[in-house]
């Protein structure tokens, strides 16, 4: 498949960011072990500077990794977080004063032009959640506790005397490594170190459990084929579709057209896998078992579409989706002509075949009367919606006209 100039663009700012990260990062562990220091810049820049430098490249560097997974899910906080990073690895690159710091600069200016080129196709909202918010909100609010009230009390320390220091304290009693060249030297600084203690390791505890929780869960599930919760609580007045089939992604892809929510629910997991790197909401199951179902909440649905290759199968997962929800509409597609009357008696109310409907517009196209009137005779023979003794077509209760 031949790739797009587009595409490959949007592929270069990803891949340049993560090599400006890396590059970085290594750059700056180089200047911090002392190894290659003494670039064409070395003399006009202090050592004390070129040393600082080093430590900040590699923050840089470890801040851009995650501004590249960013931008690789499409984020717009991303694209803004690189490009605040991208001018600021360049600097940092011409401070560290170093031949390997030049492809550092080298990599942070290529990358600019590709990024503001693609700056369009970043356009996803992240949106954290109140609870993560709380979390990250209790994580910086623990932290200035522990770093403002050490600075303040600095005089009863031993070794605390700037607000960096205040702040290295903070973070190593938090991280409860305890290296014990910061002591409090009277009761109350030992009652302060206490509260900074436990509330740094609980805020420290929720906030990863609160943060990294939804990425494990969505990369686990997208392992395993299968819906995250925060997926399942979303769905509401969506469509379920159930099974897969050759149909399947021509119905996906006018379900997105028209902007309706939907989920699908199969057993077939290559396909759970390919729907689920495009973030379609899929559930690796039997659509035709009671739990699934429920699970991807039939009950709110608006809609039910069935139209995977097994007629059985889908009669099957009629019959149960009717029991679970009998006022939702039902729409079936029949792969073999003679089980169109079977399908529609397990519950759908209306069952369309596709076998019948390209033979009749083939028929039609070949005598050249392939106009609007044969069109929608093909499309009337090719579906049975069931009727009623008078001939009029049945509804079940709450059934929107057709």
């Known amino acids: ?32 072990g002392g190894v290659g220091v003494g670039g064409p810049l070395a003399p006009y820049v202090p050592s004390s500077i070129q040393q600082a430098v080093g430590f900040t490249g590699t923050v840089t560097g470890v801040a851009m990794l995650a501004s590249g997974f960013a931008l690789l899910r499409g984020y717009r906080i991303g ?11 360049a600097a940092q690159g011409l401070l560290q004063t170093s031949a390997v710091s030049l492809l550092l600069v080298a990599f942070s200016l290529a990358s600019v032009v590709p990024l503001a080129v693609n700056r369009g196709r970043f356009d996803r909202r992240f949106v954290p959640s109140p609870t993560q918010l709380a979390a990250g909100t209790a994580l910086g ?19 605390v005397d700037t607000l960096v220091d205040a702040f290295y304290f903070t973070i190593v009693t938090a991280s409860t490594v305890g290296y014990g060249d910061v002591t409090p030297g009277t009761g109350i600084t030992k009652l302060f170190v206490l509260s900074s203690l436990v ?8 906030a990863l459990g609160v943060l990294l929780t939804p990425a494990i869960e969505a990369g686990l599930s997208k392992a395993l084929g299968t819906m995250t919760n925060r997926q399942f609580e979303l769905l509401d007045d969506h469509v379920l579709v159930l099974g897969y089939g050759d149909l399947t992604e021509p119905i996906l892809d006018g379900l997105d057209e028209q902007g309706h929510a939907h989920a699908v629910v199969t057993t077939d997991e290559t396909a759970t896998r390919r729907l689920t790197e495009r973030s379609v909401p899929v559930l690796t199951a039997d659509p035709s078992d009671v739990d699934p179902l429920r699970r991807v909440r039939i009950e ?5 579409v069935v139209a995977a290759a097994d007629d059985a199968r889908d009669a099957l997962a009629i019959l149960t989706a009717r029991q679970l929800n009998p006022d939702v509409r039902i729409v079936a597609a029949a792969t073999q002509r003679e089980n169109i009357d079977k399908l ?12 019948v409907l390209g033979g009749q517009m083939l028929v039609d196209s070949a005598f050249g009367t392939d106009d609007a009137d044969a069109l929608t005779r093909a499309a009337d023979d090719a579906v049975d919606s069931g009727s009623d003794a008078s001939g009029e077509p049945t509804a079940h209760p709450g059934e929107p006209d057709v």
């Open 1 to 32: 498949m031949e790739l797009s100039r587009e595409w490959v663009s949007v592929r270069a700012s990803v891949l340049l960011t993560f090599a400006v990260a890396v590059c970085s990062i290594v750059v700056g562990l180089l200047h911090i």
């Open 79 to 89: 694209w803004y977080l690189t490009a605040v990073l991208l001018p600021l690895a």
């Open 141 to 159: 609010a623990a932290v200035a506790y522990g770093t403002v009230g050490s600075y303040a009390l600095r005089e009863e320390f031993a070794g």
């Open 199 to 206: 509330l740094n390791v609980a805020a420290f505890a929720v």
């Open 300 to 304: 709110d649905a608006r809609a039910v």
């Open 344 to 355: 529609r008696r397990a519950g759908a109310d209306r069952v369309i075949s596709p076998s």
